[in-house]
């Protein structure tokens, strides 16, 4: 990956706008940033309870004009992409280049730097997202993190119903804690310009897990012997269509559970930007106990 940072002087960025704020890492990093007592802005979808001290923009990131909006007197930006189209990028960008803060992008180890094209959509998306930036001169710090713990959440359901986890399998990788993830981007988004690291971040767990794995890992902390089973890929597609989720996002998403492939890399890029080692699944599922309650 190219270095990604301007040198503009000592003092740290004061006012941040956080993407996709009510998810799961952007909530992560919202509180972090306020912890830190800095000047917060959340850009949200939708309407959601108020959150003391920090601002928000309700809109969709596509839309340059709510962009615009939520831009207004930031200093560094954490930005998601969480869609499959990078076409609507290019207005973003745009507005992102006019504003000219520091960008902290959420990409994805799922990359390859040597393929042409990549493995699968998801993939392809962050790619194109990380060039875009570039391309643009905004020199954007990327994070390029790997599967997030708070990933299993989704499992909540069956739990609550059974001891028996069923979907799409995919293949082993070096599972992170979100908290991890987002300690890390909070340190580049409050370093000072001077200070910023310019390397690479590759943000991974501290073991190489399958689902498998992260299902035994749940069922100790929940004390229940649970295990995963793996349905084929056409099966998997009709429950996610008949769960409501859209085509594309399904399909994606069996793209990157047939043609992704194992990643054994595991990186001390969270202890570098956090000062400590990065956590495990199970210490992630031993604090998410009542997620699956
Ligand atoms: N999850 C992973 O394993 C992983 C790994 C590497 C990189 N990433 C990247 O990290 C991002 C965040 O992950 P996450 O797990 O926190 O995802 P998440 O929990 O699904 O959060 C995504 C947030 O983005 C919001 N959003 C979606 N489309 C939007 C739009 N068009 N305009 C404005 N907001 C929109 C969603 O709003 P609603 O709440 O209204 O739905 C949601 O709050 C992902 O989107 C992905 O690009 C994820």
């Known amino acids: 990956m190219p270095d990604s940072t301007r040198i503009e002087g000592p003092h740290p960025p004061s006012s941040i706008l956080v993407t996709g704020a009510a998810g799961n890492l952007g909530r992560e990093v919202v509180a972090r940033l306020q912890a830190q007592g800095g000047h917060v802005r959340r850009l949200v ?39 499959l189209d990078s076409a ?28 042409a094209r990549q493995s699968d959509p998801i993939a392809q998306v962050h790619r194109d997202m990380e060039g875009l930036l570039h391309e643009a001169g905004l020199h954007p710090v ?105 085509e594309p996002l399904v399909d994606a998403l069996i793209a990157a559970s047939v043609r992704r492939p194992e990643s054994n890399r595991i990186t001390d890029h969270v202890e570098r930007l956090t000062g400590r080692p990065a956590g495990t699944f199970a210490k992630w599922a031993l604090d998410h106990v009542a997620d699956f309650g």
């Open 45 to 83: 979808r939708r309407q959601t309870p108020p959150r003391a001290g920090a601002e928000s923009v309700v809109g969709d990131l596509t839309d340059p004009a709510v962009v615009r909006e939520a831009l207004a007197g930031i200093d560094a930006v954490f930005l998601i992409w969480p869609l």
């Open 88 to 115: 609507p990028a290019h207005d973003v960008v745009a507005e992102l280049t006019a504003a000219g803060p520091r960008v902290v992008y959420l990409s994805t180890t799922a990359i390859d730097d040597e393929a």
């Open 142 to 246: 990327v994070l390029r993190s790997d599967t997030l713990a708070s990933n299993t959440r989704g499992w909540a359901p069956q739990l609550r119903a059974g001891d028996v986890v069923s979907g799409l399998d995919i293949a082993r990788t070096a599972v992170v804690d979100e908290r991890d993830v987002a300690d890390a981007a909070v340190a580049v988004l409050l370093a000072r310009h001077d200070r910023l690291d310019q390397g690479s971040h590759v943000l991974t767990g501290p073991e190489v897990l399958s689902r498998a794995d992260q299902v035994a890992h749940l069922g100790a902390a929940l004390r229940r012997p649970l295990r995963f089973q793996a349905l084929p890929a056409d099966l998997a597609r009709s429950r996610m269509l008949a769960d409501g989720r859209p």
